[in-house]
T-cell receptor, first 114, second 113 residues
């Protein structure tokens, strides 16, 4: 089954404790993105990757890191989480078509930073 | 810069009534436009998209949207609401590269029995 998986689905942590949220897709997609969803703000792009070893900042990259060492994986790293990073996070993937690509979303990771 | 505005954070309709969710966009280039739906505790899934072919786009579950360049709008409609349509709906625009997507704030649709 074609899918995007994220782990963990729920996470409670404390300020400053490094964490990683994993994202994996089995569709051989080149593009992958991370979004955060906050009430009243919709989804905002954190980082995206156009292919292995190629990443770029989205609209809200501060406090986050990513890496793309393998095509299927795109982990999101919070080196020193803060309470304002409490949010619902989604990973998405797509394949380039010259525009209008459909993104396939993971189920989300709900993060609470105390 | 691209942007998306969804009018109304909450919309309530009766079962069987017309659903109309509004979306206006701004883009300096011909846009690609999307409607995604998010059911509770799930990720987003594509309802429909406009990619410069037909201006009236039909999607899944009986939804459709019309691209109106003169009004910079891409409103989502469904003739008859069903209880299962209760969800949050997001309008989005992407650039010609396809990897940067801007989402609207979302509209939560309530369907009354």
């Amino acid at each position: 089954e074609a899918q995007v998986t994220q782990n963990p689905r729920y996470l409670i942590t404390v300020t400053g404790k490094k964490l990683t949220v994993t994202c994996s897709q089995n569709m051989n997609h080149e593009y992958m993105s991370w979004y955060r969803q906050d009430p009243g703000l919709g989804l905002r792009q954190i980082y995206y990757s156009m292919n292995v070893e190629v990443t770029d900042k989205g609209d809200v990259p501060e406090g986050y890191k990513v890496s793309r060492k393998e095509k299927r994986n795109f982990p999101l790293i919070l080196e020193s989480p803060s309470p304002n990073q409490t949010s619902l996070y989604f990973c998405a993937s797509s394949s380039p078509q010259g525009g209008g690509e459909t993104q396939y979303f993971g189920p989300g990771t709900r993060l609470l930073v105390l | 810069a691209q942007s998306v505005t969804q009018l109304g954070s909450h919309v309530s309709v009766s079962e069987g009534a017309l659903v109309l969710l509004r979306c206006n966009y701004s883009s300096s280039v011909p846009p690609y436009l999307f409607w995604y739906v998010q059911y509770p505790n799930q990720g987003l899934q594509l309802l429909l998209k406009y990619t410069s072919a037909a201006t009236l786009v039909k999607g899944i579950n009986g939804f459709e949207a019309e691209f109106k360049k003169s009004e910079t709008s891409f409103h989502l409609t469904k003739p008859s609401a069903h209880m299962s349509d209760a969800a949050e709906y997001f309008c989005a625009v992407s650039d010609t590269g396809g990897f940067k997507t801007i989402f609207g704030a979302g509209t939560r649709l309530f369907v009354k029995a």
